[in-house]
């Protein structure tokens, strides 16, 4: 199939009297935004034409949801009274863009090293992250949205699965649910896990969807979580970092792991 093919499919997929597409030659890609704002997302047509060759219509199927989805939370003014319970934190690396691309600055909180946390409106299929100009007018104050989003994230679900190598425990959150690496921020739940460790516990987030917990009980360990980490950090939809921690006396210390050797922190 062809761009201009894969154009024109997108385009009978995408009729919205108030959406406006186009086609960029030089750069191959099909862009669909709102007329009245020009907010919109711009789509690399090589990459789905070669989904679409993998998955046929499924794969369009797949993109028309997901930009479907992003247009509609472009054009909605959220709002935070009522949606207390909507309200988590996300991890994501100290490389982030913490300020939008309309230069409205994102509502931050210093983490580690490693990573930052941000604050997101959930929507249910996406969510939208918190800047501070909708916070002063909602009137409501910074203290106040990461109590009410540490107290939400701490309501998810903690159910690990339990992988043993070498003799060293890995335990993985993925439930998909968007909110699995923000989950290194329950501290009740960390703790439980280092009461019941039988060796030294390591943390790790390497990407979004993930949260691994690894209970070392040798030095294979470390190299076994090493590895595990950068793989997953390199799969990882949204990554966030490739560096484990060691959670010790409350605190994360990102580690450097040498091969056949203890972490260096």
Known sequence: MTSLQMK????ERLKNENWRTSFDRDKDAFRVEWKDTKQGMTISLPNVIGKYNQRGEEAIDDLESHIREALRIMNQTPELSGMEKNIFPVIRSTSFPTETKKGKKLLTKEHTAETRIFYALDLGRSYQLLDEELLEKEGWVKEHIDEVASFNVRSLSVEPKKDRVADNDFYFIATQDGYDASRILNEAFLEEMKVNAKGEVAVA????????????????????LAQMTMKFFAEGRIPITSLPFIYENKKLEPIFILAKNRPQK
């Not at 024109?8 to 385009?11: G, I, N, Y």
């Open 8 to 11: 024109k499919k997108l385009d």
């Open 205 to 224: 987030v390497p990407h979004q969807d993930v949260l691994i917990i690894g209970d070392i009980q040798n030095s294979t360990g470390y190299d076994i």
